[in-house]
């Protein structure tokens, strides 16, 4: 019986590695997601992104610190490029670019970087997305 | 018509179809990539730029500021002795470049054996953060996540710091096993570790930021240099500059997860923001390498001229530009020390100029680390609005950005530095003939002579000798044949010993001719001498040390005048500026372990 139970333990143990160590797309505790911008709570500033490029999205709520920087990254106009903007002006939809950490349950957001649709890096990883090379899966 | 007719015919029709197809005029993809192209393109010498790339000039005590793309020097910002690597202040979220909020960057000096203070939008040094002595930093390029902490790599003395940068408290580790020389660090994305290559290990040491402790070693190629993570922490990819290949550590099991061979002599590091790519310089191969992490392989190299070392890329990830250390045949000659450059690169894929180099542009000193910043985060204050900057602050968005700080040491609501540290102080320089004589220590007259031969990679000899209060006269003569391993035929060689003595002495040493230097060793200790003119790839490794032994006794890291420099810490012109140094042996230790997140 003990012989049974270590030899199940052991498997479960492998299984749990193995699923903790592979990767297929974002994980929680990533300091970086891409995907679009899918739900805004203003009042208590938590943003909803869904990643984008990944096998099978998905959907991640993340906390803006106090000093969360939006600004544009990529854009069809230069003079915009750099631009800092503002919480109200961020919109539901838009392809973005978070950096930010995980704390105490929750992932908080230090930077908001607003991408062009268009831009060489987001063809890149739809066009690779196409060949079966996903966005953060296990090469 | 007979059959031999008919397949002459057709064969006629076919070559006649295919002369048609050749003269074609219609541009091909593959056509519109070539340099011959109509649309005006971003590097065209606009007269604003949208980023800038801050750059630590090495042995000319600079930080420098150019232009991107333009790849103008806007200006060149007097520092220290010798600029190796710095973050700027914000968040180390993101790529190398960080989430800067556009306050301070913080340079290591390895010369001085210090950190300073750069303010971005006064534009000025603002505040010098003393190591405890003796330390012999080289690079401090990692922040934590929250933006309070600093480490920095003790290389010349094997030992690991973290410091507050808020007040300059410090805690100081050794790294087990010695000897090691921690170099280029990096910290983790999400608070926990910090990375350092150990080249007298052949291995990545780990480090926990909090509590601040060494954990173990990860044995990746041989002689590894530049380590970073990528933005989304999952990989940490460290230059093998011996091995020619890129190591990839899966950063959740601390293990070597892929070996991926790149060009020869890899030594630094740009992961874009995304984590998909990372730009490796390549010394020995001349270009720059393009790895994709998601396939785990170099897709792409790019020629550079030459022989590189540093890199940057933009924060949108468009440009990148190769710090390159040699500019052999390029540019007209400037004296002994030779102009270096910066070569910069169309990274965007869909340009018509993807992979070429864009602008090649002479650069003073010999820059170690670059990073990009979006214009928009340093503010004009020059147009009456300056009053500002001491109470109101900026705004980046919604983020109030506020310089008030007043309860850190040395710093107030109504006042704002501006120090020029010294670069050399009390030194005697100049150069003769190529000396010829026995390398090693004489007594002349009541002079301390010290000969030492320079070349690819060490010196002769290595460790030395003097008494305190001796007059000393080193003369470095560079014995390179053709410079080693590179064979660049304008190499220079450098003596710099790092601390207290760094601003008493730097030489440079060009073939043909010995470079000199005086001064009075008045203070006892141990100070490890390097070389500060890039050489080749173990240039790093090119060190020796400096005695200064007390009456009756020899020096070492424990016997020596450290308590006596450390109240010194670092020269300034005016001694009242001493207000604006912190740090030192008055802090050592004083940093309160397990006490302190990085996040």
Not at chain 2, 384 to 390: A, C, S, V
């Amino acid at each position: 019986m003990k012989k049974y139970l270590s030899i199940i333990v052991i498997s479960l143990f492998v299984l749990s590695s193995g699923i903790a160590f592979s990767y297929d797309g974002s994980l929680p505790d990533d300091t970086s997601y891409i995907g679009t911008i899918t739900k805004i709570d203003r009042g208590a500033r938590v943003i909803e992104l869904t990643t984008k490029f990944e096998k099978t999205p998905k959907t991640w709520k993340l906390n803006m610190q106090d000093e969360c920087q939006i600004q544009v990254k990529t854009t069809k106009d230069p003079s915009e490029r750099g631009a800092f903007k503002k919480f109200a002006e961020l919109k539901e939809g838009t392809l973005a670019e978070v950096h930010g950490w995980p704390k105490d349950g929750k992932w908080l957001a230090r930077k908001i970087s607003i991408l062009n649709p268009d831009d060489y890096m987001i063809k890149r990883l739809e066009s690779d997305m196409k060949a079966g090379v996903y966005f953060g899966h296990e090469p | 018509m007979n059959k031999k007719g008919f397949l002459a015919l057709i064969l006629a029709v076919l070559f006649l179809a295919g002369i048609a197809e050749a003269r074609k005029t219609e541009l091909t993809p593959a056509d519109q990539r070539d340099w011959q192209v109509i649309a005006p393109q971003d590097s065209d010498s606009p007269l604003r730029d949208y980023a800038m790339l801050y750059e630590a000039g090495g042995h000319d005590g600079n930080i420098g500021v150019i232009g991107i793309p333009s790849m103008k020097v806007y200006r060149y910002i007097k520092m220290g002795v010798d600029m190796h690597n710095f973050p700027f202040s914000g968040s180390n979220a993101g790529n190398n470049n960080g989430t800067p909020d556009g306050k301070f960057l913080w340079v290591s000096d390895k010369g001085a054996d210090a950190v300073i203070e750069l303010n971005l939008q006064t534009g000025f040094a603002e505040r010098i953060l003393a190591n405890p002595k003796p330390f012999g930093i080289h690079h401090s390029a990692a922040m934590s996540p929250n933006g309070k902490y600093i480490f920095l790599t003790g290389e010349l003395s094997g030992k690991m710091a973290k410091m507050r940068v808020a007040d300059g408290a410090t805690t100081v580790i050794d790294v087990p096993p010695a000897p090691s020389a921690p170099d280029y660090p990096d910290a983790s994305k999400d608070g926990k570790y910090v990375f350092a290559g150990n080249y007298y290990h052949s291995a990545v040491m780990v480090f926990s930021q909090d509590p601040f402790k060494f954990i173990k070693e990860i044995p990746v190629g041989k002689n590894p240099h530049g380590t970073n993570f990528v933005p989304t922490n999952r990989w940490a990819v460290v230059c093998d500059k011996l091995s020619a290949t890129q190591s990839v550590i899966d950063v959740r099991q601390l293990k070597v997860h892929r070996v991926i061979p790149v060009g020869a002599g890899p030594l630094h590091n740009q992961p874009d923001s995304y984590g998909k790519y990372n730009y490796i310089s390549s010394f020995v191969s001349d270009s720059t390498c393009k790895v994709d992490l998601g396939r785990m392989q170099m897709v792409d190299e790019f020629p550079i001229h030459y022989r590189v070392g540093h890199n940057s890329i933009s924060p949108d990830d468009h440009y990148y530009v190769s710090q390159n250390k040699f500019s052999t045949g390029l540019f007209n000659p400037t004296g002994i020390v030779f102009a270096i450059n910066f070569e910069e690169q169309d990274i965007d894929e869909l340009s018509p100029t993807y992979g070429k180099s864009v602008k090649i542009v002479p650069i003073n000193g010999e820059p170690h680390e670059g990073r990009q910043i979006f214009s928009t985060t340093i503010q004009r204050w020059n147009t009456g609005t300056g009053g500002d900057l001491f109470a109101k602050g900026y705004e980046l968005g919604d983020v109030k950005v506020s310089f008030d700080d007043k309860n850190t040491p040395g710093r107030s609501l109504t006042k704002r530095p501006s120090l020029e540290p010294l670069h050399l102080a009390g030194a005697k320089r100049y150069f003769i003939p190529r000396d010829d004589g026995k390398p090693g220590v004489t007594q002349e007259g009541d002079v301390t002579v010290v000969r030492i031969k320079a070349f690819s990679y060490g010196y002769i000899p290595r460790f030395i000798h003097v008494k305190k209060g001796a007059k000393v006269r080193i003369i470095l003569t560079n014995i390179d044949k053709a410079a080693g391993l590179t064979k660049n035929p304008d190499v220079t060689m450098g003596f710099l010993p790092a601390g207290y003595y760094g601003q008493k002495t730097r030489i440079d040493g060009v073939r043909g001719m010995s470079g000199v230097g005086e001064f009075i060793a008045d203070k006892a200790g141990e100070f490890e001498f390097y070389c500060q003119q890039f050489c080749g790839p173990l240039h790093l490794e090119m060190r020796g040390t400096f005695f200064v032994d007390p009456p009756g006794g020899t020096a070492s890291l424990s016997v020596g005048d450290y308590d006596e420099m450390s109240k010194l810490e670092y020269q300034l012109g005016d001694p009242e500026e001493r207000e604006f140094i912190t740090g030192g042996n008055r802090l050592l230790n004083t940093l309160k372990e397990g006490n302190e997140p990085a996040i």
